[in-house]
DNA sequence: AGGCCTAGGTAACAGCGTGTAACAGAACAC
DNA sequence: GTGTTCTGTTACACGCTGTTACCTAGGCCT
């Protein structure tokens, strides 16, 4: 295997340079990075092993671009944040971060979680890293997340509504996971400060979308054979999901 | 391929009682724990194929149990807990546990989250696990839990409710045993704390629900010959049973 | 035998969770 | 502006589940 490549994502620039140097030093190579632009040049432009992403980026959330990124890509993520209340670390955990450190840590404690998430994705992935994916395989069904677009076994297109595409993705994220409406509604109405999340939704929006995506994605509605009720749970995706990246 | 070997680690003998019961009737095998070093033992004598760790074992975190098994072995493990605090859930996550189940939990979802461990563990590890058992036949009668489905002597597809699938898995798991019905009643509500459970039904749910299912899968449900009544005790399920697994 | 008493069967009802049609406001295009 | 699309809310329907009440069956007594 070949030296792991890290971005290190960070719109401060003396901690950028810190944690660039400090992660050279110990046998990597480290890419600095200060915006999800940059982040994006360089998924583009070569492997990528893991990323460190700092919870605040200007104005951004990191917690958002976490979600996007994991909702395209495949590559790990640690989330490094100076915000230790538990809720901004529920926000990270839902939207898919591999692991959540706050400031200020410990730079071997980083060092240890670094190593333990490239193990970890070095054993859960069968092919080599890097790749965007692009094409995700369910049940005959077919999503294009670079076109926005599913085809229907029978080759028809459907198109979706933004939040429609949101909850087939956070579905696609989490197959055979049931999840309840509250972790649905989290994880696509991530704020950042989950502000919003909490207070909202005492009414059955997700009911509803997922009636709409059924409607769209299920071959009889009435019968759901991909988005699956669990009553008194949530709902799950029932079927596995077969990921493709392009080239 | 073989049948996933489970460690169910609980030092209350009825929430442990209670879980490896409802694992076996799940199709997994089972095998109660009480300590670590209950725990090691089984590690080293066979495959264990994940881990249910409860949080508190006396006086000892199971997360601690947590952190050191992960330190050694590749085991999947999900911790349960009656600690639903977030800190408690993050400190599980943090120290390698793959999922976390807060008590009182419902049952379809834990056997749910137990599935899809072992299916994220099926694909990463090089061992190939699973094989669920996926039909028991029992005096003509067919049931397929893959699909919840019975199918009649004749041939005829019955639809069972949610509950009256429970309670015949419970049957199935049971053939020829006497059941109370505080027995039933425990392990259709395995809630992990059991308060739930045993504070609850003053009432004749399990009655009501027996008779509900013999209307389903008794030929004549004037005279059961499947679901016997023991006046005075419960009810048995008086046919042998036959598990065939799926390739 | 008849008279009780108790356990169990079951119809009827109520509460709850979910599916969904209809509606209303927001966002956007023209 | 008008029209369209998207999205959340509401209201109603329906199925599931536990409770209750009433009835029958079985067991035990005198």
Known sequence: MTIPRLLVVDDDAETRGMLTQFLRQNGFIALPCDSESTIRDQLDSGRVDLILLDVMLGDEYGVDICKRLRSEQDVPVILVSALSAD??????????????????????????????????AKRSSSLTYRRSISTFRFGGWCYDAKRDEVTSPQGYQV???RKETALL???LGNPHIPLTREEINTALDVTGDGQDAGSGNPGRAIDVLVGRLRGKVEADPKIPELLRT????????????AVEDDQ
């Open 87 to 120: 809720h901004h670390r529920m926000a990270g955990y839902e939207v898919g971060a591999d692991d959540y450190i706050a400031k200020p840590f410990n730079p071997n404690l980083l060092l240890a979680r670094v190593k333990a998430v490239l193990h970890r």
């Open 159 to 161: 198109s979706l509504s």
């Open 169 to 171: 993705k956070v579905f």
């Open 230 to 241: 669990q009553r008194g749970v949530g709902y799950v995706f029932a079927v596995d999901v």
